[in-house]
Nanobody, 114 residues
Framework: QVQLVESGGGLVQAGGSLRLSCLAS????????MGWYRQASGKQRELVAG???????NYAESVKGRFTISRDNAKSTVYLQMNSLKPEDTAVYYC????????WGQGTQVTVSS
């Protein structure tokens, strides 16, 4: 099993930036596909960005060109750099680790004011 702890959320004005971090423990981090999801109030959870064990990335259309996912296997950490934030990016952001089973962090709130 793997435990995930997110950090880096907060309140930011539109156009600003935040960097989310997700620290993994309890298993071999490098073998997991890692992803960032978000869930806005009243909406379903959606994939924001994912990164494979080999570093291949994919993004939701709504964040392409603004968000960047990366991973540091030596630090067992995955990051989400979020630039040019918009009010519609407001959500709870969750870190996910997938290898057969799915593991989730507790989430971190991101609020973008207009």
């Amino acid at each position: 099993q793997v435990q995930l702890v997110e950090s880096g959320g907060g309140l930011v004005q539109a156009g600003g930036s935040l960097r989310l971090s997700c620290l993994a423990s309890g298993s071999i981090f490098s073998i997991y596909y890692m992803g960032w999801y978000r869930q806005a109030s009243g909406k379903q959870r959606e994939l924001v960005a994912g990164i494979s064990t080999g570093g291949r990335t994919n993004y939701a259309e709504s964040v392409k060109g603004r968000f960047t996912i990366s991973r540091d296997n030596a630090k067992s950490t995955v990051y989400l750099q979020m630039n040019s934030l918009k009010p519609e990016d407001t959500a709870v952001y969750y870190c996910n680790a997938a290898l057969g089973n799915n593991y989730w962090g507790q989430g971190t709130q991101v609020t973008v004011s207009s």
